[in-house]
């Protein structure tokens, strides 16, 4: 589309390849000469990108419930070379002379209004101009005499019903209007109208981490059957199947990866890149490059093979360092056992004058040592009852051999 105000002007293999680098350095930048290429060369994310590169077939006037428009399929021209054309999706946003674009996902869609029904946009695409030529799309709406100018208008008025919301009104040329009516009439959503897959795109973008771990769910979404990855990064950093921990040099769509760095890594970076011949199908959305000033958003009219790049980054930080075993606590030591108890003293033998000294009684703590003063009173009733006791065998003796006792005399 182009607003009549604005100016018109043309304009699953398991095995890793690594490219092995010296030391990466501490910025997230680039490498070092040694490590391969700069980050800023690695392609991030993917899909196919391209510039707008002038206009292809041009279209009749049409007069909506928005105004007045031109229209025209623009050419959008790939990296490898390749173009493709393109029908406008975002009738109020107009296009801007060699701008950038990106290949993305319908839910990106970053124009003026809303992206209604894409899934009929995309039906519309694969029935009308220039899938089907002017005459082959003139036979199946029975329009007699459409032309390609014809065709370009009414399936680009029909695109816009369904992507802004809008309808034609007023005079219009009959063909442009007979053909945009067949379209919006028979437009359908089916299964097999469901969003194309991207060329090829790898996200997210980045990922952190540390070392010991294995950094990132990079999953691929490509049209092609399968994607060799390479790897710049230092020694020991590997790419690794998420499912099973096994490295892997390639990975089909819908697969995820990630980047595993070894525990004793230093703080460093790596880049991962894939490139492949993949299809840019019909119904792919491009949008104005990030950064860019504003411009049209675009959906492919035809689809073609290219050469598409892909890539993310990872880093790290140091590994968490292994702590050391903490001693175990020591059990609560049992008590010490208690010291043995005294042995109570043999009763001595005692004659029938002798008297039985007195006993201290126990300590209330049961078998604990008689210590001090206590210890002290039990030596000194031992010594008196051993006294007593010898001076009466002695005057015993003496009674027996007839002789008076001393007191006697």
Not at 125 to 131: H, I
Not at 140 to 157: H, N, R
Not at 323 to 341: G, L, N, R, Y
């Amino acid at each position: 589309m182009i607003h009549e105000t604005l100016p018109h002007s043309p304009r699953r293999g398991r095995r890793v390849v690594t490219g092995l680098a010296a030391a990466a350095t501490a910025t997230f930048l680039a490498f070092g000469a040694s490590a391969g290429p700069a980050f800023a060369d690695t392609p991030l994310n993917g899909g196919a990108k391209g510039s707008y590169v002038g206009n292809g077939q041009g279209g009749e006037q049409v007069t909506t419930s928005e105004g007045r428009f031109r229209t025209n399929l623009f050419r959008l021209r790939l990296e490898d070379g390749t173009e493709l054309l393109t029908y406008c999706i975002d009738v109020k946003t107009g296009i801007r002379n060699g701008a950038n674009y990106v290949e993305d996902a319908w839910e990106t869609y970053p124009g003026q209004g809303q992206f209604a029904e894409p899934a009929r946009v995309h039906w519309i695409l694969q029935n009308s101009y220039p899938t089907l030529d002017e005459a082959a799309l003139g036979e199946a709406a029975g329009i007699q005499g459409l032309t390609a100018e014809q065709a370009v208008a009414g399936t680009q008025a029909a695109i816009w019903h369904f992507s802004n919301e809008i309808d034609l009104q007023g005079n219009n040329n009959p063909n442009v209007q007979a053909l945009y009516d067949y379209l919006v009439e028979n437009a359908q959503e089916l299964p097999q109208t469901a969003e194309p897959d991207a060329s090829l795109s790898i996200t997210p973008e980045s990922a952190e981490g540390r070392a010991g771990e294995t950094i990132g769910e990079f999953t691929v979404s490509t049209s092609a059957e399968s994607l060799p990855l390479s790897l710049e990064g230092p020694e020991g950093v590997q790419l690794v199947d998420l499912e099973t921990g096994e490295p892997v040099e390639a990975v089909g769509n819908g697969d995820s990866f990630g980047v595993q760095v070894p525990a004793d890594a230093a703080p460093g970076e790596a880049s991962v890149s894939g490139s492949v011949t993949a299809e840019v199908h019909t119904g792919r959305l491009f949008r104005g490059a990030p950064g860019e000033d504003a411009t049209q958003t675009l959906i492919t009219a035809e689809g073609d093979e290219a050469e598409i790049n892909a890539g993310v980054r990872v880093s790290w930080t140091e590994g968490v360092p292994e702590e050391s075993p903490s001693p175990s606590p020591s059990e609560t030591p049992s008590p010490s056992p208690s010291a043995p108890e005294s042995p109570a003293p043999s009763p001595t033998p005692s004659t029938p004058d002798e008297q039985t000294p007195p006993t201290t009684p126990p300590s209330p703590g049961g078998g604990l040592p008689v210590t001090g003063a206590a210890l002290g009173g039990l030596i000194a009733v031992a010594a008196v009852a051993i006294g007593g006791g010898g001076a009466a065998m002695y005057l015993a003796r003496k009674r027996k051999s007839g002789q008076p006792d001393d007191a006697a005399q």
